[in-house]
């Protein structure tokens, strides 16, 4: 009898142990089993804090409940936080799941290649809050195939003392190395503490900022962050393109922006972010210095149910001096504060066409547009006829119509990691380590958001043809590529002519070749992103480019030195 009892209670322990795959392991353990795995498609590692947070941002959670005083540093503290994550480690932010849950299971599923019936993988997650990591394991576990599944509650301490000491031990653990240039709400939030009732502290040093909303005006009245001024985007562009620069200084100088700028200029989309950013490098474009964007736009302050503003804030204006401050502004702009060839025109991409078998080795145009307007089954546009690409251009993904950006966003609209986004540009042979990179879509906003990020990301080899295919489109001498391949005729404009969808060349007619770009990347004409199946390598940030970027034309000259040397040999 005792014997039968021994067997029934040694049988309901194992059964528990089956039901139970979690374990709950010290930060040195954690650190162990990271250094282990590093390089392992058998455990995955999950960061369950904010973007932000993953980004570079410490929590401010402890810092609000105590009251910290801003007084004595002011922004200076705000930089002091800083955290980072797990090299080549996956966010997934445990908010998501009551906020996003039903796109989360197809999100996971495409971008950590966990399924339900298939093989079963050991996961590694970690921390500051117990109950976020609970959360997450609960999810995971109810919707996955998973083997064992480790939990690791950090401090900020150590996440801090991890990070500033990765470089010694291996670069386990990694911050983006500018990622405050994407403000957090809490960095905001802190930022803006002087103007709410609530708020019990003053820092001189922390209100020297302007707070800009860029978005349709209906929205800004209905609520917006407090103290946010609404900017209007037409004040810088004439429908789909930028102005010229004596315009754009001058539409600054109205919103009281002035040369040589010292205050921040902080920008929030609303309802969409990508406009701030379109903004934000028109502004960088200029010189305008500390440009930073609330990283998710409006929503992300929205969810942290953050104090909201319903009246119109009062903007500043230069109104006088304007004459001396314009030429101020077209003194800047040459001084170089921004990179070499930041902004590039429809001449400097059409000389670089042209002459792109001789720069191939240094540049690459990067289409930042859904695949059907690449391969050209469509404009993205109403307003745009022709169909098709620029020549010589690599598919960079964007999303799954002309106002989305899936591929470089998490479900929050916040920026996806840096190192999800470079596996994705080393899927799709997209060289950030050797080339100079030229993005652009079809009128500015996509490729913005991704120059932006490329930035936090800390590339600086990088463009932007802000014209995009509408300007590029526009001009009936230029030439276009039709079809999904890189090899695929090159057209002139004026030559073509129809432009109806049913004389394009469908997709289906070319999947079935073992070389094709469908194939390639395995396309479902889909923008969502595909799980690489590489052995991991260590993220690239750290580029060792020369400081000069090549121009384009020099290769008409080249041309034109090399023709003289063959006439003078000759005769």
Known sequence: ???????????????????????????????????????????????????????????????????????????????????????????????????????????????????????????????????????????????????????????????????????????????????????????????????NDSYVINTKPVTDYFLFEVGPENFYEQSHIPTAVHLKIEDFMNGEKRKPKQEVARALLNYGILPYNVEMVILYGNPDPMPAYRVAIIMKSLGVKEVRVLNGGFRT????????ETYRTKGYSVKNRIPENLKLYDEQSQLHLTPINYMVDENYV???????????????????????????????????????????????????????????????????????????????????????LIFYCGNGMRSAEVMFYAEVIGLYKISMYDGGWMDWSSNKKNSFQLGPEEEDDVIIFENYRTTLASTTTPLTTTVNSKSS???????TISSSTKKSTQDPVDVFYKNQFDSVTADPSHATKLKFNIFLILLVVLF
């Open 301 to 308: 302050w929205l969810i942290k149910n953050y104090p909201l």
């Open 1 to 195: 009898m005792k014997l039968k009892y021994l067997f029934v209670i040694l049988f309901a322990k194992i059964i528990c142990l089956s039901a139970d795959n979690t374990k709950w392991i010290t930060s040195n353990e954690f650190y162990q089993l990271v250094a282990q795995f590093k390089s392992s498609n058998s455990h995955v590692i999950i960061d369950t804090r904010s973007s932000n947070e993953f980004n570079g941002w410490k929590s401010f959670d402890t810092l609000f409940n105590t009251g910290f005083d801003f007084n004595q540093t002011g922004l200076v503290t705000l930089y002091d936080l800083k955290s980072g994550h797990v090299t080549n480690s996956f966010n997934l932010d445990a908010d998501w799941i009551h906020l996003f849950e039903s796109a989360l299971k197809n999100l996971i599923e495409t971008r950590l290649g966990l399924t339900t019936d298939g093989d079963k993988k050991s996961l590694i997650l970690y921390d500051t809050k117990k109950e976020r990591l609970e959360k997450v394991k609960n999810y995971l576990n109810s919707h996955f195939n998973l083997d064992l599944v480790y939990l690791c509650k950090l401090t900020d301490a150590q996440l801090s003392q991890f990070v500033l000491t990765s470089n010694v031990t291996g670069n386990l653990f990694f911050q983006e190395p500018f990622y405050d240039q994407l403000l957090s709400p809490e960095a905001l939030y802190a930022i803006l503490r002087p103007f």
């Open 517 to 523: 770009f469908s194939n390639k990347f395995n396309l």
């Open 350 to 436: 059409a000389d670089l066409v042209k002459n792109r078998d001789v720069f191939r080795e240094q540049y690459q145009l990067i289409d930042i547009r859904t695949f059907e307007e690449y391969a050209g089954e469509m404009s993205g546009y109403a307003s745009v006829k022709y169909k098709g690409r620029i020549p010589g251009s690599l598919w960079g993904k964007a999303g799954t119509d002309a106002n989305e950006l899936e591929d470089y966003r998490n479900l929050d609209y916040t920026m996806r990691s840096g190192s999800d986004i470079l596996k994705m540009w080393d899927e799709l042979d997209i060289d950030y380590r050797k080339k100079n």
